[in-house]
């Protein structure tokens, strides 16, 4: 690897020009010019310019998740990812100021709504009935003012692609790719919908998620499976909570709970700003500024979470029958990140996986007794999983296969890996990662979600922290961390007849 050229100036890195990765032996390098800088209220920016394309992914990201919601709470980043789309005091609307009072009343109504319900009161209740209608009435009135989608179809409309949003445990994020010439218009959208967002059709949205819900999860096993063991493995850190929320916090979301959350989260002293593509530096910085640099930070000051998981004191088991496809999963504590260990757990989860991996080869190709297994390093911010499963075919023993499990990952803690596999699997991740980086959305992604655990600079050195992971490191973790005695085990079986 050739050595990154770093420039200061003015109290602000900026890499104009590196080599980031030099793999001689595939044949090819990649080379990334990284701008990073931060305005006067916060917002942090990154910018990769690359003149080779016409176009720019335009992303902004939220350092928040479900991790910062509580009991009545859990849900409500997912719940305005949706919102984002309604518009602003000044998009989708036709009057904002003739919505205004119909919002207000429908408030009024549901506050009225959620009392009753929390009473006992049923939909089947005359009372309740009358509100609803209420409830319906007052929105389509409003309705004569919304302007349906004008966000998306502005953007459309300007050449934008790939408009899309995603919310997870500790970051959410927007996104659009944009002809080089509109990014303009990525910054007067994005800050106005930071500065001025108008929560319209609130309730029908809410509705709407509850189903979204019901078909994800109530409806679908295996994610109900995943929803029940993540929390049975995750005792008091907030990683445990499902990202769309319970029912029971959705249900009793209302518009003033939903603004405080963005007052506290989605502000730019929270953000970052992420450009990729056809940019120039100068031109999109002064673009930047003019349109997010007058927006505050928040008033509330920010504050990390700080419940951490403690010590598993025991073997923890979930076994569920539901007519869906087998599996059998096994799950281990280890550290959030940057922890070093993290680096060969990763490279364990490799020696693992994929159709080489041992656990493959064992349970697929020699023993026959599954379609598929494998394993993974999940880093976190704060506490991370290793993984193991399998998918077992029809009447396999779910006893042996987990047994099984336990063995190849035993063997690695006695006897560490060798040089040639570790060499393999090293290379396989390393050009997996760099390769990946060549795609403008997954650049982003990676810089947004390393500045999120630490520093964008973190991902320039993952490939060569993998690189330095020893065998005996490989060995150490496994004895460290996939202790037998402390594992959650979780069985999705097919219903008893």
């Known amino acids: 690897m050739k050595k990154i050229k770093i420039l200061f100036k003015k109290n602000i890195f900026t890499i104009f020009s590196f080599w980031l990765f030099s793999f001689i032996s595939a044949g090819y390098s990649i080379s990334i010019p990284v701008h990073y800088d931060t305005l006067k209220n916060g917002l942090r920016i990154i910018i990769v310019p690359d003149t080779t394309v016409a176009i720019v992914s335009c992303r902004l990201y939220y350092f928040v998740g479900s991790i910062y919601e509580g009991p009545g709470t859990t849900g409500l980043s997912h719940?305005?990812?949706?919102?984002?789309?309604?518009?602003?005091?000044?998009?989708?609307?036709?009057?904002?100021?003739?919505?205004?009072?119909?919002?207000?009343?429908?408030?009024?109504?549901?506050?009225?709504?959620?009392?009753?319900?929390?009473?006992?009161?049923?939909?089947?209740?005359s009372i309740v009935k009358k509100y609803k209608t209420d409830i319906a009435a007052n929105l389509e009135k409003e309705r004569k003012y919304i302007k349906k989608d004008e966000i998306w179809e502005t953007y459309m409309n300007n050449g934008g692609t790939s408009l899309n949003a995603w919310t997870g445990d500790e970051i959410t994020a927007y996104t659009v790719t944009l002809p080089e010439n509109k990014l303009e218009l990525f910054c007067w959208i994005e800050a106005d919908r930071m500065q001025n967002p108008v929560l319209r059709e609130f309730y029908s949205e809410r509705d709407v998620v509850k189903e979204e819900r019901?078909?994800?999860?109530?409806?679908?096993?295996?994610?109900?499976?995943?929803?029940?063991?993540?929390?049975?493995?995750?005792?008091?850190?907030?990683?445990?909570?499902?990202?769309?929320?319970?029912?029971?916090?959705?249900?009793?979301?209302?518009?003033?709970?939903?603004?405080?959350?963005?007052?506290?989260?989605?502000?730019?002293?929270n953000a970052l700003i992420v450009l990729v593509g056809n940019v120039k530096i100068d031109k999109s910085m002064e673009l930047i500024k003019r349109y997010f640099e007058p927006i505050s930070r928040s008033r509330f000051p920010k504050t990390e979470i700080v419940t951490r998981e403690p010590a598993p004191a025991g073997e923890t088991r979930l076994t569920m029958h539901d007519n869906a496809e087998p599996r059998i999963d096994i799950l281990y504590h280890i550290p959030g990140y940057p922890d070093n260990d993290l680096f060969a757990l990763d490279v364990l989860?490799?020696?693992?996986?994929?159709?080489?991996?041992?656990?493959?080869?064992?349970?697929?190709?020699?023993?026959?007794?599954?379609?598929?297994?494998?394993?993974?390093?999940?880093?976190?911010?704060?506490?991370?999983?290793?993984?193991a499963w399998a998918t077992p075919v029809t009447d396999a023993d779910p006893i042996k296969i987990e047994s099984i499990i336990l063995e190849e990952i035993s063997k690695i803690a006695k006897g560490k890996p060798s040089l040639k596999e570790m060499e393999r699997i090293k290379n396989s991740i390393q050009m997996d990662f760099v390769s990946s980086l060549k795609s403008q959305e997954v650049l982003s992604d990676q810089l947004a979600w390393f500045e999120r655990l630490g520093s964008w600079k973190d991902c320039i050195e993952y490939p060569e922290k993998i690189a330095n992971v020893t065998p005996e490191a490989v060995s150490n973790v496994t004895k460290k961390y996939l202790n037998p005695e402390y594992k959650t085990v979780g069985r999705l079986l097919a219903k008893k007849k």
């Open 79 to 125: 719940m305005y990812e949706h919102m984002m789309f309604k518009g602003t005091k000044r998009m989708g609307t036709v009057s904002y100021e003739k919505e205004l009072p119909f919002m207000n009343t429908i408030d009024s109504l549901d506050a009225l709504l959620r009392s009753l319900r929390q009473k006992g009161y049923q939909d089947t209740d």
């Open 349 to 387: 989860g490799g020696i693992l996986s994929g159709r080489t991996g041992r656990l493959y080869k064992r349970l697929v190709t020699e023993e026959k007794i599954c379609t598929n297994a494998g394993a993974v390093c999940e880093m976190k911010l704060h506490n991370g999983v290793f993984h």
């Open 214 to 269: 019901k078909m994800r999860y109530e409806n679908r096993p295996v994610n109900k499976y995943w929803e029940i063991l993540n929390a049975h493995f995750y005792i008091s850190h907030p990683y445990r909570q499902p990202t769309i929320g319970w029912m029971s916090d959705i249900e009793s979301f209302s518009r003033a709970k939903l603004f405080d959350h963005i007052n506290h989260f989605y502000t730019p002293d």
